[in-house]
């Protein structure tokens, strides 16, 4: 993938141009209490249709996925917190033998060592998801304090070499401040490859914080490979006009960042309470519609499901999104393989 030639096709088209360099985000304005430029904030209202992409295709971009598939989609899960049913295992299961008169058991329970998991363990996620031929990422957060620790990566250790070494991905989910902080973010990728004992190279940042061009420069400094944050938490589509892998350009520098991008199109989160308000019902008409549109690009699209959200309703339609991409034929590489194994010419 030459790293400068979709910069070179767009130079073409300045309207297009600046939607892809994200030009507004570089102006001062509203940003949200996380510093997030978000869509409501955005001049641009085409939000479901991938203008850049569409005018690249139309330039005769060419986009290669192995094995004869047309489009990808990167599944992708933040590890916020681990599972807390599990967390409290043992005393479910002391309270369990205590109403049953076994004291000596509700003992032994309760000085058990905590065992602690992902919720919906991995283990599980990851069945779930190989029935649909499908492969994603975990982003981890790797940090010895601070407001974002709710875990510790050293604990979980096994599970992390188990995801790993069954061919899923083990990224970094870098803490809120590491999103503009070099040192924090080159500290916490060095303690989660050191609880994997392997290098990382996929980057999704906690909360979608996220400051054009500086992250970028800074997950470049770091030695990512790809970073996969940049959709708005606030509503799902395409920001930036892209349902592709792009190298970001950073305008006050004048140069091609290089670290891929791999555009976050949804987010669980966005569909929700807390942003777009979606039911159920909703929520799938708008995921349906936003997969057809990449396959039709023949695109690239990251999906943010969290751990948090597997079960119920939210589980079911985690699923139903697997079944209808499984029908339609999408690749469903981890981040890391996609960025691997895929190739665009401009
Ligand atoms: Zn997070």
Aim: hydrophobic share 35%; net charge negative.
């Amino acid at each position: 993938m030459k790293k400068d030639g979709m910069l070179d096709v767009l130079r073409g088209d300045r309207s297009l141009f600046n939607i892809f360099t994200r030009e507004e985000e570089y102006r001062d304005g509203l940003r949200d209490s996380y510093g997030r430029f978000p869509y409501y904030a955005s001049e641009e209202r085409s939000i479901r249709e991938p203008v850049v992409s569409r005018y690249l295709n139309e330039k005769g971009m060419q986009v290669q996925y192995p094995d004869g598939h047309n489009f990808a989609v990167c599944l992708s899960h933040d590890v916020d917190v681990l599972c807390p049913h599990n967390y409290f295992r043992k005393e479910l299961d002391s309270i369990r033998s205590f109403t049953v008169g076994d004291f000596r058991g509700t003992i032994d329970k309760l000085s058990k060592p905590r065992v602690v998991r992902p919720f919906l363990d991995s283990r599980e996620i990851m069945a779930l998801e190989e029935k649909y031929g499908a492969r994603s990422s975990f982003y981890f957060i790797a940090v010895d304090g601070g407001p974002d620790r709710s875990y510790d990566i050293n604990e979980i250790k096994d599970d992390l070499k188990f995801i790993d070494g069954s061919g899923w991905e083990v990224g970094l989910h870098g803490s809120q401040a590491a999103h503009a902080d070099l040192e924090r973010m080159i500290k916490e990728k060095g303690l989660l490859e050191g609880a994997l004992g392997k290098e990382v190279v996929g980057y999704r940042n906690h909360f979608l914080r996220f400051k054009v061009p500086l992250t970028w420069r800074l997950l470049q400094q770091a030695g990512f490979k790809y970073d996969t944050t940049l959709g708005y938490a606030d509503c799902a589509g395409f920001r930036g006009g892209m349902c592709h892998p792009f190298f970001p350009y950073d305008l006050e520098a004048g140069t091609t960042i290089d670290i891929m991008e791999i555009p976050l199109v949804i987010m669980d989160a966005s569909l929700f309470q807390n942003y777009m308000r979606l039911d159920i019902r909703g929520a799938w008409d708008l995921i349906k519609g936003l997969i057809d549109v990449v396959e039709a690009q023949r695109g690239t699209m990251g999906i943010l499901w969290h751990n948090t959200n597997m079960l119920g309703d939210t589980l079911r339609l985690y699923e139903k999104t697997l079944q209808y991409c499984s029908d339609r034929k999408a690749w469903m590489p981890t981040g890391k393989q996609l960025q691997q194994e895929m190739s665009i010419e401009v």
